[in-house]
């Protein structure tokens, strides 16, 4: 592997061998000593234009867990604000010797031009671009599904004959749209349910059933049951009447989590609008994994920057000399 740009371009071979990889990340958290010498000498910088509290804290702890030296880079407070361009940015990062860039922009496809433009030998790894994807949290997100489903016999499996609805502000959501490509390729069926004003247009193109009543997709008895944030930021109209109006239709209230089968599992990404798409008893019930796909996050983002940054690496590059 050289970049994790996408999911809807990564194979079905790659994203179980990340899976599988986080599983033996996960093994070696649960020891006393957390840290492996893997990445011993290589520089993985975290290249945040905008912000991000769990996605930049667990790749930072996913390098230092591997030993590689971790420089944290965000736009607000450096050269960004006075108008440097991602270019310069990046020729200045290379000359500083990073091995692996970690970005998150606004500008969906950034990552990409970063990895395309030849201003860089580094490998890119996608920390959400815009509206357009965030890799590594569908990845996440998957693994947490298969754990929850199969346990210690995880390893090796898809998600085949497995339910996923994710709930909510699917226009805005990158997480959305990774979640989509990774769960289908996988074999999962997913089905996304929000209000008409927060589907995109494209929607039909993506291998996903629609709805818009969400106790009839409960009904469903989904296995994960996904919401996503109001993203607010993004919204330069009003989408929906009010939040009152928004939690009464589309949250995650008591009645619903009660009408979910007993073995759902309820996840969020996070940052929670608690109280807006997802009630606090949802958040903070048993069978909500939000904290799991944080403890998860670690382990799949040390897997993307071990095949990234280890031996594979270079047999990528002498691929791509050819
Ligand atoms: C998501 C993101 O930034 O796209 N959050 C995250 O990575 N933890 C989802 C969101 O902001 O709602």
Do not use: C
């Amino acid at each position: 592997m050289r970049h994790l740009l996408d999911t809807q371009t990564l194979s079905r071979t790659d994203a179980l061998r990340i899976l599988d990889v986080a599983e033996d990340m996960a093994d070696t958290q649960r020891r006393e000593v957390k840290k492996l010498p893997t990445l011993r000498g290589k520089t993985v910088v975290n290249l945040f234009f905008e912000d991000s509290t769990r996605t930049r804290i667990s790749f930072e702890a996913a390098a230092k867990r591997l030993s590689a030296d971790v420089i944290n880079f965000s736009a607000k407070g450096s050269s960004v604000s006075k108008g440097e361009s991602l270019q310069d940015t990046a020729q200045t990062l290379q000359a500083m010797g990073a091995d692996a860039v970690v970005i998150r922009h606004g500008a969906s496809g950034a990552p990409r031009t970063l990895a395309t433009s030849g201003w860089i030998t580094a490998g890119v790894v996608n920390a959400g671009d815009g509206t357009h994807e965030h890799p590594t949290q569908a990845l996440l997100d998957a693994f947490t599904i298969r754990k929850r489903a199969y346990g210690d016999d995880s390893r090796g499996r898809d998600l085949a004959g497995l339910t996923v609805t994710i709930v909510g502000d699917i226009l805005h959501s990158r997480v959305a749209r990774s979640n989509v490509w990774l769960l289908h390729a996988l074999g999962a069926r997913v089905t996304l349910v929000g209000p008409p004003t927060l589907i995109p247009q494209d929607v039909s193109a993506w291998p996903a059933t629609i709805r818009y009543d969400l106790d009839a997709a409960i009904a469903d008895g989904p296995d994960a049951l996904m919401m996503l944030r109001i993203q607010l930021e993004r919204m330069n109209a009003a989408y929906f009447p009010t939040e009152r109006e928004y939690a009464r239709s589309w949250g995650l209230d008591a009645a619903r989590l009660r009408a979910l089968p007993a073995d759902s599992i309820v996840m969020h990404p996070g940052p929670m609008n608690r109280g807006l798409e997802i009630s606090a008893a949802a958040a903070d019930s048993p069978r909500s994994t939000v904290l799991e796909q944080v403890t998860n996050g670690v382990s799949v983002r040390m897997a993307a920057l071990y095949l990234l940054l280890s031996g594979e690496r270079a047999e990528a590059e002498k691929e791509d000399a050819r």
